[in-house]
């Protein structure tokens, strides 16, 4: 038995650290927290200083014993997980769990996993630092106490399954708020002008007026204006400018850049900087500090001189603006300055690259450049033209990196030609383009975490999964829309001739911008109009500041919580017994035969409109909203074409089609039993016979056999997961090297026989009359499988280990319990008085 015992978070940086020490060292995986709130109630005693309730999940007990029987057999044990305040925290649930002793146990940190910050670590052990591990527990527990009593209001009160978050929930507020700030926008238009001028020596300039003109009235009279004009430089100005790096990489920072430059979205970036972090490529990727140490600015020093060039080297240091940051801390770079490219896969290359350009690049040289301003005079009017651009005399840090912008707007200075005072030009034309004043930009991944980071809301380690969660729970999602037509005007200049010619643009495209959806929006109206404290912005930031200084030892955690509590809990009891119920309705008018209100609220699966109301003897009608329209903008007309739906549209093969409107988008039905599924741009309200029969015939030819196997068809189709092909009752993904639109009989019989022995290959243990087996799962894990059950077991569990009695009480565990019959109610009786009865939580 090894006398050291090493304990880090995961098994993949397990394997990496096990290769630097050596045989007197045995390095195990906790596999992030061992122990947490239980999922199925408060697990906070409020009336106790806010005391939290730990448990060790099931799936995580037998590693717990493991790791015991491991501790109790080495001399030391070293903790030696994240170094922020999760880690803190896996560090002491570890110390707590296994009965660690204080003078055996030592807790290491290390920014990046090599060999020399590793033996740096074990030389310089420190004890665990409460003062982070309260910090951790006070968001734990204020995050916990905030879900725990708001979410139930919202499931009585808005929708079941809703859910509220300290984070989660001002980040879909912002959301929001930038939407109605573009829905209430209104657009004016103007006229931009744009001029080509000839320098005589066959070089173009072009310019453009600085002020913008207001109508086209006044845009056609500058353009009389120039006609037989004639132009020259009136002014030169060139001046000495340079450019300097941006600092490393900070988490948002990665997050923000990641998503600009290699389209990455923010979880995504932080699953391929974990993998590059625990291949000890790169420094730890939780980080708001752009500090470098010496040793990395040596490193940075060194591969830019032998790279580049002496000159092109600066020492540089960086203080960053974030409230909170940690400076002690590193920003995140590469380990190794010599290795300009790594990673096991493509997107891991490319993320890798970007850190090392933008760490490279902060210790380079500025770029010294030469901008030079020009202005244009007419002899005809007082208006002047400019032209501005600038060239780069010395490259400095550009020869590496240039940070992008979210600025859609931004126009890149080009080089001008060679020009003097008093010089004469040709204009070849003019331009008056019709332009319009835009609203907002609504949000990108990058640009809320960018914002959230401003406001001081959240920290480094929140914004991947509040962006997760906040679309998982369907409050926000993708934009899809490529933009609408509009039409403008341009006028042009050119001979002395102007003319006019009418064009059209997309406009107010939203692709991949986040919107939010009907139930975002009405979740998030509930929460500002009965809890607007917790969703303001400067309380969420203040909250931060307070989990600061708790970090810092400069505030009790408990003394945090009871100021909260105090004001919080009166909230939550006032809301659930007198707030309304919150269906964000909106009356667009009356019905024309009938003088019933029509109205769109949010309904059981989603947004719905409604003629009638609960009142009207008779029942109200429904028809469920189409997926391109949302409560805040539909109009009357459109909600009176909702209820034209089913509308019988012909008959195919003798039975009649008709195209109605589901839970899940519009659909043609045909013969009583088949649904086929509108296509993106098919419009249920003018969807013609011809188009729902091609809709059909494509449907049959999907579905009808394209092989027989085994004496059972083979059918073919495409699912969220891709194309697959279906026989005997098992989908079976068909992946690249096949030409899935011209499969042959071989291929399929391979396909199938592949799937027959996979399916073989995952069963390890079967016990075949009790109906329950052990198969390989995903990631190395195994399941438990009875029925419908399913118990996955944690990696750490040989699943040859389990016996059957194990298996049928873990199965006994997560199968659903039955419901009891419902009791016929009592005839009601005469009430008496009696005191409510309370439940402390």
Partial sequence: MAKNLVIVESPAKAKTI?????????????????????????????????APKYVVSSDKKDLVRKLKKLA????????????????????????????????????????????????????????????LVNAQ??????????????????????????SAGRVQSVAVRLIVEREDEILNFKSDNF???????????GALLKAKLPSNLKSLKAAKEFLDKNKGAK?????????PAKKSPAPPFTTSTLQQEASRKLFFNVSRTMQLAQRLYEAGLITYMRTDSVNLSNEAKKGAEEEIKKAYGNEFHKERNYKGKSKGAQEAHEAIRPTNFALHSSGADRDQVKLYELIWKRAIASQMSDAKLERTNVTIAADKHDKKFTASGEIVKFEGFLKVYLESTDDEDLEQQGLLPDLKVGQNLLNKRILATERFTRPPYRYTEASLVKQLEELGIGRPSTYAPTITTIQNRKYIEKGQSEGEER????????????SEKALTEKTGSNKNKMIPTDVGRVVNNFLVEHFGNVLDYNFTAKVEESFDNIAEGKEEWTDMMNHFYKGFHPTVKDVAENAEREVGERVLGTHPESGKPISVRLGRFGA?????????????????????QNLNTITLDEVMDLFKLPRTVGEYNGHPVEVAQGRFGPYVKFNGKTFVSLEKDDDPMTLTFERAAELIQMKEKADAPIYMYDEQPVTKGVGRFGPYIK?????????????????????????????????????????????????????????????????????????????????????????PKKKAAAKKKAPAKKKTTAKKKTTKK
């Fill in 18 to 50: 096990e290769k630097f020490l050596g045989k007197d060292f045995k390095v195990e995986s906790s596999f992030g927290h061992i122990a947490d709130l239980p999922s199925k109630e408060l697990g906070v005693d409020v009336d106790k200083d806010f």
């Fill in 72 to 131: 109790a057999a080495s001399d030391i044990v070293w903790l030696a997980s994240d170094e922020d305040r999760e880690g803190e925290a896996i560090a002491w649930h570890l110390a707590e769990q296994l009965d660690l002793k204080k003078e055996k146990t030592k807790r290491i940190v290390f920014n990046a996993i090599t060999k020399s910050a590793v033996q740096h670590a074990i030389d310089n052990p420190r004890t665990i630092d409460y003062d």
């Fill in 137 to 162: 527990q006070a968001r734990r527990v204020l995050d916990r106490i905030v879900g725990y009593e708001i979410s139930p209001i919202l499931w009585r009160k808005v929708k079941g399954g809703a």
């Fill in 191 to 201: 006229f931009r002008i744009d001029a080509d001028f000839n320098t005589g020596d």
């Fill in 231 to 239: 132009f020259e430089v009136a002014d030169l100005v060139k001046k």
């Fill in 487 to 498: 039409n403008y005007v341009q006028l042009t200049l050119s001979k002395d001739k102007v």
């Fill in 608 to 628: 719905m409109a409604q003629i009638g109301s609960v009142e009207d003897e008779e029942k109200p009608q429904f028809a469920s909203l189409l997926p391109s």
């Fill in 727 to 815: 026989w005997a009752g098992m989908f079976i993904s068909v992946n690249k090297k096949y030409d899935f639109d011209n499969l042959s009989n071989d291929d399929i019989e391979t396909l199938i026989k592949e799937k027959i022995q996979k399916e073989k290959d995952k069963l390890i243990v079967d016990w075949e009359e009790e109906g329950i087996r052990i198969e390989k799962a995903r990631w190395g894990r195994h399941n438990i499988i009875k029925g419908k059950t399913k118990v996955e077991l944690s990696k750490d569990i040989d699943p040859l280990k389990i016996t059957l009695e194990k298996a049928q009480e873990l199965i006994a565990k997560k199968a």
